[in-house]
């Protein structure tokens, strides 16, 4: 098997595309042949030594992949050979092979292509689990989403739109604008050219959003809970856009009987596995039924790693990178 290993996390440069022994699976552990994998925001962070998991070295980076079952562990029971599963371990999805713990696998339906499977879960399940749990999010509402054109931001759209809310996108020039009404949303404000605090409040009649989804941080952070509506609910999902994180007086959730809403959907997944489960099945369903389906902006070939986590860096992706093998 081949992999990118880590084994100095000082950043991309330092990964190496190195042969390796393939490993045998043990208890609970499947051997996965990976057909794609995807690009998350945490695996730039994770090669810099900068993401609050840090493995030992080496390490073969790529939080989220899918591919076919070639081999059980021990006692493994769930899953057979030739099975088709995605897998979001955190790493080891960067290479040919790796082995992926069964406990993480979701089981793919016919016809769930690898691309889009590699692409799902974490980018579905932190939006369904913000928007829909933690915001419970009503048909009717207006749902305010920032760096809409990214992983999370697509999805994001498209599951509030799947919810029966209507959407307004911001993102940072035309064309992610452009790609954010493809995805289906309502309305779009571009923040790096337009005031956002003034769009907001043309948009909505002065009324503001009922829910804020922030996976970006930074300066827009105040503004935008500034706008918020009344009852209205502020979902913390990221800091993109910087290594500081923003801080809002507390006048401000006070004086809009607004709640500032933390959303951590890995600790959801690992403290509620049942809950979790649950949701899981309901973005299966909704994707059968093609209410939802990543947005995928290119897909590579696994050797060019190096070209996608470039793009990201350079905030040059619109919806998801996806890797093939
Ligand atoms: N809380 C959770 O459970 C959870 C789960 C998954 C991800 N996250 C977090 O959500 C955030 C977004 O993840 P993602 O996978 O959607 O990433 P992504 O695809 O790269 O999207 C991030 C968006 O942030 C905006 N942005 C603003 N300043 C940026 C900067 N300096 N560098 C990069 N992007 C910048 C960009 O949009 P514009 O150019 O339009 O501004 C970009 O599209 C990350 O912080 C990630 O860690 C949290």
């Known amino acids: 098997m081949h992999a990118w290993l880590c084994s100095n996390p ?5 990964l190496e595309w190195k042969e390796q022994p393939t490993p045998q699976p043990g208890p609970g552990q499947v051997l996965l042949e990976i057909k794609a994998a995807s690009l998350n925001f945490p695996d730039l962070l994770i090669v810099q030594n900068k993401y609050q998991m840090k493995p030992p070295l080496p390490f073969v980076p790529g939080s989220e992949y899918a591919g076919v079952v070639k ?10 050979v030739g099975q088709h599963v995605a897998c979001l371990s955190g790493t080891g999805g960067f290479g040919t092979h790796t082995l992926a713990p069964t406990a993480l696998c979701m089981p ?38 920032l760096g809409a054109a990214g992983g999370v931001g697509t999805a994001a759209i498209q599951i509030a739109k799947a919810q029966g809310a209507r959407v307004i996108a911001a993102a940072s020039n035309d064309e992610k604008c452009a790609l954010c009404k493809q995805v289906g949303a309502d309305d779009t404000i571009n923040y790096t050219t337009q005031d956002l605090r003034e769009q907001i409040k043309a948009l909505t009649q002065g009324k503001g959003p009922d829910v804020i989804y922030d996976p970006v941080g930074g300066d827009f952070a105040e503004p935008a809970f500034r706008s918020i509506a009344w009852r209205g609910r502020y979902l913390v999902v990221g800091f993109a856009a910087s290594p500081t994180v923003p801080t809002l007086p507390m006048n401000l959730p006070l004086l809009k009987g607004a709640s500032l809403v933390g959303v951590f959907w890995g600790d959801f997944a690992r403290r509620e596995p049942q809950a979790n489960a649950t949701m899981m099945q309901a973005l299966a369903q909704w994707y059968a039924q093609g209410r939802i389906k990543p947005v995928i902006d290119r897909v590579l070939p696994m050797h060019e790693l190096k070209q996608a986590y470039a793009l990201m860096g350079a905030r040059n992706v619109k919806g998801k990178l996806v890797l093939v093998n």
């Open 108 to 145: 793919l339906p016919n016809g769930f292509p690898f691309e889009d499977a590699a692409a799902f879960i974490m980018t579905y399940a932190t939006s369904h689990h913000a928007l829909i749990d933690r915001a419970a999010l009503k048909a009717g509402e207006t749902v305010l989403v």
């Open 71 to 80: 081999a059980l562990g021990e006692s493994v029971t769930n899953l057979k």
């Open 10 to 14: 000082t950043g991309v440069d330092a």
